[in-house]
């Protein structure tokens, strides 16, 4: 594995591919760490070779979001943001842990159609919910970090 800097168009897009070849690596293999090395190069590259201009000023940009904290619209923002990220972290548990919902479900007492609304950010889940599909479901820890 190559770790450098990316400091070239050609080098960028290889780092592309690369990362395309190396997505559905399994987590904890060489593969894996691989593609998270090139992730954060191709975001350094990003953040220094490309800027995103609102042509439209009906274009909300992500920074005029975070301006509006606190408002009611912002926190239903975060909220339906987090139920989805939650529920794309499980999806993506599950499908390394080869399961389907129905199998996930039936290990944790619960219905498929409640695992898909999970993972679709279109159910609220409880803390003890979570718990249990991570760590008993999924055989995955669960740590939280309050800022």
């Known amino acids: 594995m190559d770790s450098k800097l990316i400091k070239s168009e050609k080098e960028y897009q290889s780092a592309l591919e690369r990362l395309d070849q190396l997505f ?69 548990e599950r499908k390394l842990a080869d399961m389907t919902q129905e199998q996930l479900a039936d290990k944790i007492g619960a219905k498929k159609s409640f695992i898909s609304r999970i993972e679709n950010g279109k159910s609220d889940i409880q803390l003890s919910t979570l718990y249990r599909l991570l760590e008993y479901g999924l055989g995955k820890k669960i740590s939280f970090t309050v800022k």
């Open 24 to 92: 559905n690596a399994k987590i904890g293999t060489e593969e894996s760490d691989e593609a998270d090395v090139l992730a954060v190069l191709i975001d350094a590259y990003d953040k220094n070779n490309f800027s995103i201009q609102a042509i439209d000023e009906n274009i909300k940009t992500f920074s005029s979001h975070l301006d509006k904290r606190g408002s009611k619209d912002r926190t239903e923002f975060e909220i339906k943001a987090k139920a989805f990220a939650i529920g794309e972290l499980i999806k993506e």
